[in-house]
């Protein structure tokens, strides 16, 4: 796990059951939250990251951090409201590293949620921006990337996970 220095937070590896558990809303962005997107952008950028959902640091919040060297993006509540497009690509995670998955995904989507400041706001996110939206999203879905890969692949993976657990343990 990856450690922000200026937080206790650290990014959780599978097969940490956070990843795979279903986020929850939040009612109102307080200060809490606000310093949580802020230490959020901070360990992404450490770990080289372009987006970071809550639950991939060990929280049960629907939050995400995104910068795709177009600024920091800091949303909560994100839905998806509009999608069109597909296009399949080769997709890594930091809390599956080393690992990359082809995902097919929509090119262009539209994604609503709230701000730091408790205000909706609104993104028309295309190509590398709407890849990383619901690649996000799907973290608070309790979803990953080797969820999309074939069901042999899927095998390896979790063969590969167990024993680098395993050697983890010794």
Same mark, same amino acid.
């Given at each position: $796990?990856?450690?922000?220095?200026?937080? =206790?937070?650290?990014?959780?590896?599978? !097969?940490? !059951?956070?990843?795979?558990? +279903?986020?929850? =809303?939040?009612?109102?962005?307080?200060?809490?939250?606000?310093? %949580?997107?802020?230490? $959020?952008?901070? #360990? $992404?950028?450490?770990? @080289? @990251? &372009?987006? /970071?959902?809550?639950?991939?640091? @060990? #929280?049960? +919040?629907?939050? %995400?951090?995104?910068?795709? @060297?177009?600024? !920091?993006? +800091?949303?909560?509540?994100?839905?998806?409201?509009?999608?069109?497009?597909? *296009?399949? $690509?080769?997709?890594?995670? /930091?809390?599956? !590293?080393?690992?990359?998955? +082809? &995902?097919?995904?929509?090119?262009? &989507?539209? &994604? *609503?949620?709230?701000?730091?400041?408790?205000?909706?706001?609104?993104f028309d996110a295309h190509n590398l921006l709407a890849r990383?939206?619901?690649?996000? #999203?799907?973290? %608070?879905?309790?979803?990953?990337?080797?969820d999309y890969a074939p069901w042999y692949r899927k095998i390896l993976l979790q063969k590969k996970f167990a024993l =680098? =657990? *395993?050697?983890?343990?010794?």
């Amino acid at each position: $796990m990856k450690k922000s220095n200026s937080s =206790s937070l650290k990014i959780h590896v599978y !097969p940490a !059951p956070i990843l795979k558990k +279903k986020a929850k =809303s939040l009612r109102f962005i307080g200060d809490e939250e606000r310093k %949580l997107f802020d230490a $959020m952008i901070e #360990l $992404m950028q450490q770990a @080289g @990251g &372009v987006g /970071l959902a809550a639950n991939q640091v @060990g #929280l049960d +919040k629907q939050m %995400l951090v995104i910068d795709i @060297g177009t600024g !920091p993006i +800091k949303i909560a509540n994100p839905k998806i409201t509009k999608r069109s497009g597909r *296009k399949a $690509m080769e997709e890594g995670c /930091l809390s599956l !590293p080393e690992i990359i998955v +082809k &995902v097919k995904r929509a090119e262009h &989507v539209v &994604v *609503k949620g709230i701000n730091e400041q408790n205000v909706e706001i609104k993104f028309d996110a295309h190509n590398l921006l709407a890849r990383v939206f619901q690649h996000e #999203l799907d973290h %608070l879905k309790g979803k990953l990337i080797i969820d999309y890969a074939p069901w042999y692949r899927k095998i390896l993976l979790q063969k590969k996970f167990a024993l =680098s =657990s *395993k050697e983890k343990k010794k």
